[in-house]
């Protein structure tokens, strides 16, 4: 108990030294921590909205991905098809001849 209340004595006394230091702006310590603490408050909550987006994001493109899948291999079926039933040259070589 003895070494809890030195610990705490010697953290009030650096807890208030700091909070009467100015900075070179003549402001207070307290104040330009205070000023950062909010603007950490909300940088960590834009932080926060944006990562439940792109999670929100990332679950959507999770669920349409097969469909996309299944409509690219379909796209890819009729290009073929259609490269058979025309019959165009499809290189230079080809089309030099």
């Known amino acids: 108990m003895k070494h809890f209340t030195f610990g705490l004595g010697i953290g009030l ?6 909070s009467l230091l100015r900075d070179e702006d003549d402001k207070r310590l ?3 921590i205070k000023e950062e603490a909010t603007g950490f408050k ?13 999670q929100a994001a990332a679950s ?16 890819a079926d009729e290009v073929a098809n259609f490269k058979k039933t025309t019959d165009f040259p499809t290189n230079k070589d080809q089309i030099d001849q």
């Open 13 to 18: 006394a650096a807890g208030f030294v700091l």
């Open 30 to 32: 307290k104040d330009r």
């Open 42 to 54: 909300a940088e960590a909550s834009d932080l926060s909205r944006g990562l439940k987006n792109a």
């Open 60 to 75: 959507d493109l999770q669920k349409e991905l097969p469909a996309a899948s299944a409509a690219m291999e379909e796209v």
